[in-house]
C-alpha cells in the first residue's frame, strides 16, 4: 500500500506532537526516509512539472512544518546557511547532492555576516534523509539535476536567517 502525502503530514504531526525537540525531529528523518523509498509517493511528489524550483506541498495550521520538494534541473550551489530558528530534513529523492558542514568562527554583529568554517563534506543519495538542527550551518552543491523532499520545522519563507559568509 502506497503512502500518501496526508499519511505523511500525519505521521510527522504525530512524531512532533509527542515530542517537538530533537528525538521528534529524528522520528520525522525516519519517516521521510520511508516516504522516499514509496515509488507512489515520489510519482505524486514529482509526477507534475515542477512550475518553480521550491514548492510548498503542505504546511501544517497547527505545528507550523512545512512539507516541500525541490527540483533542480541542472548545477546548483547554496552558500553557507542555517535555517534561522528551525530545523530541516533534507530528504534526498533523485540525484545526489555534496553537503558541507560548517562551523561559525564569527557570529554576525554590526550589520556584518557571520563568519564560518567547512568542519565536513559528505553525499546525500537517493533514499538517504539528514536532518539539520536549529542553527547548524550547511552548504548543498549539485552536480546535476536532483530532486529532493525538505520538511522544515517551520517554513521558511516566512523567517529571517543567520547572514553568514565563508571565512577566507
Same mark, same amino acid.
Given at each position: 500500500m502506497?503512502?500518501? /502525502?496526508?499519511? %505523511? @503530514? @500525519?505521521?510527522?504531526? @504525530?512524531?512532533?506532537? *509527542?515530542?517537538?525537540?530533537? @528525538?521528534?525531529?529524528?522520528?520525522?528523518? /525516519? /519517516?521521510?526516509?520511508? *516516504? /522516499?523509498?514509496?515509488?507512489? %509517493?515520489m510519482a505524486a511528489c514529482f509526477g507534475v512539472p515542477a512550475p518553480k524550483e521550491r514548492e510548498v506541498l503542505y504546511e501544517d495550521a497547527d505545528l507550523g512544518f512545512a512539507i516541500c520538494r525541490h527540483v533542480y534541473t541542472g548545477a546548483k550551489d547554496s552558500g553557507p546557511h542555517d535555517h534561522g530558528p528551525t530545523w530541516a530534513i533534507y530528504g534526498q529523492a533523485e540525484g545526489e547532492t555534496d553537503m558541507t558542514d560548517w562551523r561559525i568562527v564569527t557570529p554576525p554583529s554590526g550589520g556584518k555576516p557571520g563568519r564560518v568554517e567547512k568542519t565536513r563534506t559528505y553525499r546525500l543519495t537517493p533514499g538517504v534523509a539528514h536532518l539539520y538542527l536549529a542553527g547548524d550551518v550547511h552548504a548543498p552543491y549539485r552536480a546535476g539535476p536532483t530532486k529532493l523532499i525538505r520538511i522544515e520545522g517551520k517554513n521558511t519563507d516566512k523567517i529571517s536567517r543567520t547572514p553568514l559568509e565563508a571565512a577566507a
Amino acid at each position: 500500500m502506497s503512502y500518501t /502525502l496526508h499519511e %505523511f @503530514a @500525519a505521521d510527522i504531526r @504525530a512524531a512532533l506532537t *509527542a515530542d517537538p525537540g530533537p @528525538a521528534g525531529q529524528e522520528k520525522v528523518r /525516519l /519517516l521521510t526516509e520511508k *516516504a /522516499l523509498r514509496d515509488t507512489d %509517493f515520489m510519482a505524486a511528489c514529482f509526477g507534475v512539472p515542477a512550475p518553480k524550483e521550491r514548492e510548498v506541498l503542505y504546511e501544517d495550521a497547527d505545528l507550523g512544518f512545512a512539507i516541500c520538494r525541490h527540483v533542480y534541473t541542472g548545477a546548483k550551489d547554496s552558500g553557507p546557511h542555517d535555517h534561522g530558528p528551525t530545523w530541516a530534513i533534507y530528504g534526498q529523492a533523485e540525484g545526489e547532492t555534496d553537503m558541507t558542514d560548517w562551523r561559525i568562527v564569527t557570529p554576525p554583529s554590526g550589520g556584518k555576516p557571520g563568519r564560518v568554517e567547512k568542519t565536513r563534506t559528505y553525499r546525500l543519495t537517493p533514499g538517504v534523509a539528514h536532518l539539520y538542527l536549529a542553527g547548524d550551518v550547511h552548504a548543498p552543491y549539485r552536480a546535476g539535476p536532483t530532486k529532493l523532499i525538505r520538511i522544515e520545522g517551520k517554513n521558511t519563507d516566512k523567517i529571517s536567517r543567520t547572514p553568514l559568509e565563508a571565512a577566507a
